[in-house]
């Protein structure tokens, strides 16, 4: 969608890091180009559902780089979105043709930075001795710092900043809304269909699979190890972890590799005057066949997990924690609105899946082109009915609220209850 209106940079290295240590910034006398890698990661679970991206790009550990496009690099002070994308903490990358912020800069003036960082073991291995975990939850953190120390110079305001995700982008928005270092780094958030009943998981759970990943991993590099070992066998160990707790866990949903239990205690005084939307599409879970939301109860329109389609699920993990994360913001003193999308692309077998949003909000019809969740849906209709999300979106970044919307989506916003 980027097309003259625009204008967009990068990639851009916002930050450095060594295997499994924290991110550092960039510093003024590193002037190298930047190298353009993504993480490197295995095929994507959710290629069936959004297709295989149209575009690659080289996999290496020089990752973390962000890209801006802006309608002008001029003194304007607009707001800013920063993305977050999706992938089970495991596939993705913010240099994806997919998540070209082209249209939302150009319809809303407004600056859009997209952001790569550290996935799967490279990002959350959580191992005693060699890795602490939340790697990749740093890396985000480090790339929101370059946004207020930079994004002038792109014509964004730093003190207008609104993040915004999708599924383990969304989990790591809310985990930043916990880490004291964050605050005052962004000023509105958009979470868009989080499956907040699996955000982390306990230290002790994330070391037992780091282990099981080190067991792996002699088996692909003998003599190696976590820091020594090519990223070929570091993802050859990955893919096994992944299929080890896929029979532990049952769950082909929950990643094997992701945040670690972190501590909440800035959240109440992080969010209090904060801006936040959420939400989630209505058939979320139908691209995880075979998930149950733990219990495969009845859901709202009578379907189950099991036998009748993906409402129950996406009930159990995606609405009801939502909905009691929408609580728990309006009690700490946040202005909240909640949203579902019930848009069903004509032909295809997915309906309002996860990911579904993505094109009407980021990327091309050329990067699109090839998703089986957008059936035979014309580009054309499928642009107009993002116009209008787009302009939700950027409406609630420049003023903290949607402004009015129309089907398929819907939004309300979440009033503290009367005493």
């Known amino acids: 969608m980027t097309g003259p209106a625009v204008v967009r940079s990068g990639p851009i290295r916002y930050a450095v890091a060594e295997r499994f240590a924290r991110p550092r910034p960039v510093r003024g006398h590193d002037t190298r180009p930047s190298t353009g890698e993504i993480c490197p990661q295995l095929p994507s679970r959710l290629d069936a559902v959004m297709g295989p991206p149209s575009d690659r790009h080289p996999q290496g550990e020089d990752c973390l780089n962000l890209t801006v496009t802006t309608p002008a690099r001029d003194a304007a002070a607009r707001p800013v979105m920063v993305w977050f994308h999706g992938g089970g903490f495991s596939s993705g990358a913010g240099l994806m ?46 790339a929101l710092r370059w946004v ?28 930043l809304m916990g880490l004291p270092e964050a605050r005052g780094l962004f000023h509105r958030a958009i979470l868009q269909s989080a499956p907040l009943a699996i955000t982390t998981r306990s230290r002790a759970g994330a070391a037992a699979l780091g282990r099981i990943f080190t067991e792996r991993l002699a088996v692909h590099a003998p003599g190696d190890g976590p820091r020594t070992a090519a990223p070929k066998a570091l993802l050859a160990a990955q893919r096994d972890t992944a299929l080890a707790h896929r029979e532990r866990s049952g769950s082909t949903l929950e990643p094997p590799f992701g945040p670690v239990m972190t501590a909440d205690d800035a959240f109440d005084a992080h969010v209090r005057g904060m801006d936040v939307m959420y939400g989630w599409n209505a058939d979320d879970m139908s691209a995880f066949p075979g998930e149950t939301g733990e219990t495969g109860e009845t859901g709202e329109t009578g379907e189950t997990g099991e036998n009748g389609g993906p409402a129950g699920p996406t009930r159990l993990i995606y609405a009801e924690p939502l909905a009691a994360l929408g609580r728990r913001l309006v ?14 692309p004509a032909g295809s077998d997915f309906g309002a899946t996860h990911c579904v949003e993505l094109p009407l909000l980021l990327g091309s019809r050329t990067a699109w082109q090839r998703s089986p969740m957008l059936g035979r849906t014309p580009w054309d209709e499928m642009d107009g009915l993002g116009r209008a999300m787009r302009a939700n979106w950027t409406g609630f970044a420049r003023t903290g609220r949607p402004g009015p919307v129309a089907p398929p989506l819907t939004c309300h916003e979440i009033l503290a209850p009367r005493p």
């Not at 890795?131 to 740093?138: R, V």
């Not at 002038?152 to 305001?157: H, L, N, V």
């Open 331 to 344: 009690r700490a003193g946040a202005r909240v609105h909640a949203y579902r999308l019930d848009w069903r």
């Open 148 to 175: 207020n120390a930079h994004i002038a110079g792109y014509g964004g305001d730093p003190a207008d900043v609104t993040v915004f995700g999708q599924s383990a982008g969304a989990l790591s928005i809310r985990l």
């Open 97 to 142: 043709d997919w998540y070209d912020g082209g249209a939302l800069a150009a319809e809303g003036d407004v600056v859009v930075v997209a952001v790569n960082y550290r996935l799967g073991a490279l990002g959350y291995l959580c191992l005693d001795g060699v890795a602490e975990g939340n790697f990749g939850l740093y890396d985000q953190l480090e």
